[in-house]
């Protein structure tokens, strides 16, 4: 819209030019009108528009460590907050691997209490479920942290 601001502005500054060197009011208006729409056409020509597409299409991918950082933001920043698939997996088999190290399993039903003591009742809910569930930024967030501090504790995962 504001690209055709000059165009307007030109167009209603020569009109009142034209009645003001004597020209009647009718055919100042057509004047307006005719060169309104001639800058408005010129500038829908000559100027492009933008992207309309959003959210932007992530950037095209390049070998190394970029690459990953942003293909990881954007399987963050999923629709409506979800979180991508890939990093609700991930985070699950670091969990697992993490629980494992300390001889526990999540499939087994006689470490709920052990793994529920460390992790809550929550977090072990989601581990243990087998089925596809969403997760919002904010508690993958939350999830990420009760595992590092998870780690932090474990003499085993410094090595």
């Known amino acids: 819209m504001t690209r055709y601001v000059a165009p307007i502005v030109i167009a209603l ?3 009142a030019g034209c009645w003001f ?3 009647a009011i ?29 959210p932007p299409a992530p950037p095209a991918p390049s ?7 942003s293909e990881l933001a ?4 999923g629709p409506r907050g979800i979180v991508d698939e ?9 969990a697992v691997a993490s629980l494992n190290r300390r001889h526990l399993d999540v499939d087994n039903p006689r470490d709920r209490v052990r793994i529920e ?13 087998r089925d596809r569930a969403s997760m919002t930024l904010p508690a993958l967030l939350s999830m990420l942290s009760l595992l590092e501090s998870l780690e ?3 003499p085993a995962a410094r090595n």
């Open 13 to 15: 500054l020569a009109g």
């Open 117 to 129: 003591s460390l992790i809550g009742a929550q977090t072990y809910a989601f581990l243990s479920s």
């Open 21 to 23: 060197f004597g020209l």
């Open 86 to 94: 890939r990093i609700i997996e991930r985070v699950r088999r670091i």
């Open 152 to 154: 932090k504790s474990d």
């Open 74 to 77: 954007w399987a963050i920043r």
């Open 63 to 69: 070998e190394g460590l970029r690459r990953e950082a």
């Open 26 to 54: 009718v055919p100042s208006l057509v004047v307006v009108l005719v060169l309104a729409a001639v800058g408005i056409a010129l500038r829908t020509v000559i100027l492009p528009a933008g992207n309309i597409e959003w």
